[in-house]
């Protein structure tokens, strides 16, 4: 029997989400919470197998509880259910402990599957994201690219490769930082500190140094 622990601060949904789940043989639902705090402090004493955590939540936000659960409870996985379709997300969430992230938007019989799999050590991504967050976005790539064109990857750091690539995509600061969980003056000192180590004084410049190195693919 797969133990899960839900955490979501819209109630509709949440208990839509327990009546569907408690449907499953070999699923049963041990708790819940609204908010990220009183979240932990449960999972911590309940040990779920599993945990289906929002990444939007009052409190403690689902990429910062993934990693205090992680931190916490090595053999308890966690399992990211968002609307956010969008890669920065989970990238952030499995690099933070993440076993899998799946969408509101997919079908419940691929929660399921999610589900099973994530509690048996598996990673699981949704579908519509898997391909476009390993092959494009992630730091792994970039670097491999960066590495191919002969550009030392110690230039830069690893967070300001990373906020180059969403600045040559076009997001703003604020874009940024609310992706990253980083506050806007974070993003902008580093985005004043990759124009120092660059010599390139304008985004222009920016995006064209990224093109010709191959940090974004156009």
Not at 203 to 208: A, D
Request: glycine share 6%; proline share 1%.
């Amino acid at each position: 029997m797969i133990r899960v622990f839900i955490v979501d601060d819209h109630q509709m949904f949440k208990e839509g989400l327990k009546n569907l789940i408690e449907k499953e043989k070999d699923i049963c639902i041990v708790g819940e919470s609204d908010n990220g705090i009183n979240a932990f402090e449960k999972i911590i004493k309940l040990q779920p197998d599993v945990s289906i955590v929002d990444i939007s939540l009052p409190g403690l936000n689902g990429i910062e509880l993934t990693k205090k659960i992680k931190k916490k409870l090595k053999k308890s996985k966690v399992l990211i259910l968002s609307m956010h379709a969008d890669a920065y997300f989970a990238v952030n969430a499995v690099k933070n402990g993440a076993k899998g992230y799946i969408l509101k938007e997919d079908s419940f019989n691929l929660l399921i599957d999610a589900i099973k799999k994530v509690a048996n050590g598996e990673t699981c991504i949704s579908p519509s994201m898997e391909t476009f967050i390993y092959n494009k976005m992630t730091s792994k790539k970039i670097n491999d690219n960066l590495n191919n064109t002969g550009i030392s990857d110690t230039l830069l750091t690893e967070r300001e490769i990373q906020i180059l690539h969403m600045i040559a995509e076009g997001y703003t600061n604020i874009q940024i930082a609310e992706k990253l969980f980083i506050s806007v003056g974070t993003v902008d000192t580093h985005r004043k500190n990759i124009m120092k180590k660059l010599n390139i004084h304008n985004i222009s410049g920016l995006v064209k140094y990224a093109i010709k190195h191959k940090i974004i693919i156009i």
